[in-house]
């Protein structure tokens, strides 16, 4: 049971351009969210936070957005840059934010292009 | 900044043996550790939640007996696999929680392949 789901494995996007990442959970009782980069062969880097509390994020290039009722979060990154090519999972925690246990999303592959 | 190191980050072992992981917080400490498992293309599965002086608590579907966590110290988790096997391999992940902050910074990864 896939209880954190990113449902475009993949997205292309031009340099300079904005990217949107989606991702929906399914447990009511998750109450932060978190998105991570990864490389092959390397551990995740944290790249923003929500607490289910407020309904944006805002951090440089990179804003995360909570719709609670759709259970539904999104990652813009504006501009995108090549350096943000990479696989980006969103996360939800319960009860304990980022220190408890992360149940993560499938990953969506990002491709910034020139 | 906080550092998670794994040792090592790739093995190699035959099937039917042994091998293990070691993660450490380098320079904080920290009274909880996660490990994860990635499979090709997949997401990071919780394997275990390590607790430094107790027993390791398990994910539903994990074997305990096969998957064997130690936290002995607030700065060094292990994860031994016992009697690996090749569906064994996979990309194995740890993260710690600082004692000051409570945040979660995660290791660089272990890949295990098992012939």
């Known amino acids: 049971d896939q209880q954190v789901k990113q449902n475009s494995p993949s997205l292309s996007v031009q340099e300079g351009r904005i990217s949107i990442l989606n991702c929906d959970y399914t447990n009511s009782m998750f109450d932060y969210f978190l998105w991570y980069k990864k490389y092959p062969a390397e551990g995740p880097t944290f790249l923003i936070s929500?607490?289910?509390?407020?309904d944006k994020n805002e951090d440089g290039r990179f804003t995360v957005f909570l719709n609670k009722s759709a259970k539904h979060l999104s990652l813009h990154i504006v501009p995108s840059q090549p350096g943000d090519s990479a696989v980006y999972f969103c996360a939800a925690s319960a009860y304990g934010g980022t220190a408890s246990k992360l149940t993560f999303g499938t990953g969506t592959r990002l491709q910034v292009t020139l | 900044g906080a550092v998670v190191s794994q040792h090592p980050s790739w093995v190699i072992c035959k099937s039917g043996t042994s091998v293990k992981i070691e993660c450490r917080s380098l320079d904080f400490q920290a009274t909880t550790m996660f490990w994860y498992r990635q499979f090709p293309k997949q997401s990071l599965m919780l394997m275990a939640t390590s607790n430094e002086g107790s027993k390791a608590t398990y994910e539903q579907g994990v074997e305990k007996d096969k998957f064997l966590i130690n936290h002995a110290s607030l700065t060094l988790s292990t994860l031994t696999v016992t009697s690996a096997h090749p569906e064994d391999s996979s990309f194995y992940i740890c993260?710690?929680?600082?004692?000051?902050?409570?945040?979660?910074?995660f290791g660089p990864g272990t890949r295990l392949t098992v012939t």
């Open positions: 929500i607490s289910s509390i407020k």
């Open positions: 993260s710690a929680v600082q004692t000051d902050d409570y945040e979660q910074y």
